[in-house]
Nanobody
Framework: QVQLVESGGGLVQAGGSLRLSCAAS????????MGWFRQAPGKEREFVAA???????????YYADSVKGRFTISRDNAKNTVYLQMNSLKAEDTAVYYC?????????????????WGQGTQVTVSS
């Protein structure tokens, strides 16, 4: 398992941008599929975005419909870090955002696929 630590959350006005970072420990980061989930109060954890272990094609990233075109997931294997660039933020994007990692080939949208989780970072979008 990799250890994951998120950062970059905060308070932003609607229409604004934030970039989340997730630093991973361990020398096998490049072999992990990485993802972001979020959980709003009273709601279940939901998938946001995922990026394959090996990047280089459009098929290597995958997004929830609710964030497609506004959020971008990327990774820097040299820095053991995955990012989530969030633009055009809306009040409904308010949630705790979690970084996740897996070596499983299970469905990206299912939390059970992901074996490693960070502690979460709060994102609040004011309307």
């Amino acid at each position: 398992q990799v250890q994951l630590v998120e950062s970059g959350g905060g308070l932003v006005q609607a229409g604004g941008s934030l970039r989340l970072s997730c630093a991973a420990s361990g020398r096998t980061f490049s072999s992990y599929r990485m993802g972001w989930f979020r959980q709003a109060p009273g709601k279940e954890r939901e998938f946001v975005a995922a990026i394959a272990a090996i990047t280089g094609s459009a098929l290597s990233t995958y997004y929830a419909d609710s964030v497609k075109g506004r959020f971008t997931i990327s990774r820097d294997n040299a820095k053991n870090t995955v990012y989530l660039q969030m633009n055009s933020l809306k009040a409904e994007d308010t949630a705790v955002y979690y970084c996740a990692g897996t070596t499983s080939s299970g469905p990206a949208v299912a939390p059970r696929t992901w074996g490693s989780w960070g502690q979460g970072t709060q994102v609040t979008v004011s309307s």
